[in-house]
């Protein structure tokens, strides 16, 4: 009911999301993950949609149901999920990151199920870093103005200026920051929006409504921008 009576501030918009975790194998059966649970992002898709946009959603290995009228594109690592953006982001007029992206795969992952050792050692794995989704995004919107990039941070401490200097890092108009990993897996959360002239609480509620919250602050952003 809700839904049905919101006002299409999205219509004829294009969106383009990340969620959930990825997961980075360490051979065909095992491999490393986070505790993102995906909730956010897909949040953040059905207020996309309810609010009338075209949405994408690429996300990592979730338990949860795709969000009514919402195109999903699965996929299980960070290079997968890096591909799958960067073939879907032309034409976007807006990209939120709210995956939690692992910052290393690894590097010597071995093509057989690795088996253990007689002498009880244990495998040595190294690590290299993945692409940045958001920056590559950030990217492509600094040669033709498009998408309008958003980005998600979760951090576990110094919310504050973390959150504030990882915008400016990043060369994104909007991140939303949240204190982690506390909301990973929760129903509710609390966020906090940094943008050019300073940060805004909204303060704890379900991740549906704060996700219809930021829906709202991102059309009304959209607005200003093309004034
Ligand atoms: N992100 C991404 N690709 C990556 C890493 C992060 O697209 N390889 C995106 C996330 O989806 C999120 C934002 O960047 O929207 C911030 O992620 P975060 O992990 O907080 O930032 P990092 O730059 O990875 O910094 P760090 O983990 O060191 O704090
Ligand atoms: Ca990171």
């Not at 975790?21 to 897909?42: A, C, Q």
């Not at 093509?111 to 794995?125: R, S, T, V, Y």
Request: hydrophobic content about 45%; proline content about 5%; some cysteine.
């Amino acid at each position: 009911l809700v839904a049905a009576f919101q006002h299409k501030v999205l219509e004829g918009r294009r969106v383009l999301i990340t969620a959930g975790p990825t997961f980075e194998p360490i051979d065909p059966v095992r491999g490393i993950t986070n505790l993102s649970s995906g909730k956010m992002g897909y949040a953040v898709a059905r207020a996309a949609r309810e609010a009338g946009a075209e949405v994408t959603l690429v996300s990592g290995p979730t338990a949860l149901p795709t969000p009514h009228g919402v195109r999903r594109i699965d996929v299980l690592t960070a290079q997968q999920m890096h591909d799958a953006v960067m073939a879907g982001v032309g034409g976007q007029h807006v990209f939120i990151g709210v995956a939690a992206v692992a910052d290393w795969r690894v590097a010597n992952a071995s093509g057989q199920k690795i088996k253990k050792a007689e002498d009880g050692g244990a495998p040595q794995l190294e690590f290299v870093q993945n692409a940045d989704i958001l920056a590559s995004v950030a990217a492509t919107t600094s040669l033709s103005g498009w998408p309008y990039c958003v980005g998600f941070a979760a951090e576990s401490e110094n919310l504050m200026a973390y959150g504030a200097a990882k915008r400016e890092k990043k060369g994104i108009p909007l991140l939303v920051g949240n204190i982690g990993p506390q909301t990973f897996g929760q129903d509710d959360n609390t966020i906090i929006l940094f943008d050019e002239s300073g940060h805004t609480v909204l303060p704890r509620a379900d991740k549906l409504s704060l996700a219809r919250q930021l829906v709202s602050e991102i059309a009304k952003r959209l607005e200003q921008r093309s004034l």
